[in-house]
T-cell receptor, first 115, second 114 residues
Framework: QQQVKQSPQSLIVQKGGISIINCAYENTAFDYFPWYQQFPGKGPALLIAIRPDVSEKKEGRFTISFNKSAKQFSLHIMDSQPGDSATYFCAASQHGSSNTGKLIFGQGTTLQVKP | DAGVTQSPTHLIKTRGQQVTLRCSPKSGHDTVSWYQQALGQGPQFIFQYYEEEERQRGNFPDRFSGHQFPNYSSELNVNALLLGDSALYLC?????????????FGSGTQLSVL
């Protein structure tokens, strides 16, 4: 019940295209869903996050879509650029001061944007 | 602001040895969480320290232990190293309020166990 399943494992997109990464969770107590971007040799960096009271959140070229009934959420990268080439992780956590900092991560998606 | 600082950046040990990894949180942050990231996998939560006490622990054996100092910096200790302990060890700092979105990760320590 603590798992977060992410797909696809890898993704190749042409410059200017849309990159879509999907995640599914089982624990209905999860109430915070962030996406992290990780470049080689670096730690994950928060990209965008959503709470289950909204179905979509957009920040620049990055959009999270959230489907509470299906227990799924996805990351859309519009107008993908070569600089977006990185590994992307979805994650989930459960509210409560005792759970601060405990993120459950997906397995990751390696995105390559071809020029 | 230097953000989260981890040392060393790389480390090579042999099976059975013990290792200590260090983390300095972002200025103003009071909580440190440690994660293990195996090659090609997502980070896995090891434990979290706040007010110098372990507050939460993931599914890791007692060989993994930690400490938080009064200045909020933290150490991760791993005893009796196994080949399977080879991974990138990430430290993340935060303020102990609200959700996990306040997490700021360091660049990690790459541990190789031979």
């Amino acid at each position: 019940q603590q798992q977060v399943k992410q797909s696809p494992q890898s993704l190749i997109v042409q410059k200017g295209g849309i990159s879509i990464i999907n995640c599914a969770y089982e624990n209905t107590a999860f109430d915070y869903f962030p996406w992290y971007q990780q470049f080689p040799g670096k730690g994950p960096a928060l990209l965008i996050a959503i709470r289950p009271d909204v179905s979509e959140k957009k920040e620049g070229r990055f959009t999270i879509s959230f489907n509470k009934s299906a227990k799924q959420f996805s990351l859309h990268i519009m107008d993908s650029q070569p600089g977006d080439s990185a590994t992307y992780f979805c994650a989930a956590s459960q509210h409560g001061s005792s759970n601060t900092g405990k993120l459950i991560f997906g397995q990751g998606t390696t995105l390559q944007v071809k020029p | 602001d230097a953000g989260v600082t981890q040392s060393p950046t790389h480390l090579i040990k042999t099976r059975g040895q013990q290792v200590t990894l260090r983390c300095s949180p972002k200025s103003g942050h009071d909580t440190v969480s440690w994660y293990q990231q195996a090659l090609g996998q997502g980070p896995q939560f090891i434990f979290q320290y706040y007010e110098e006490e372990e507050r939460q622990r993931g599914n890791f054996p007692d060989r993994f232990s930690g400490h938080q100092f009064p200045n909020y910096s933290s150490e991760l200790n791993v005893n009796a190293l196994l080949l399977g302990d080879s991974a990138l060890y990430l430290c993340a700092s935060s303020l102990k309020v609200g959700y996990g979105e306040k997490l700021l990760f360091g660049s990690g320590t790459q541990l190789s166990v031979l």
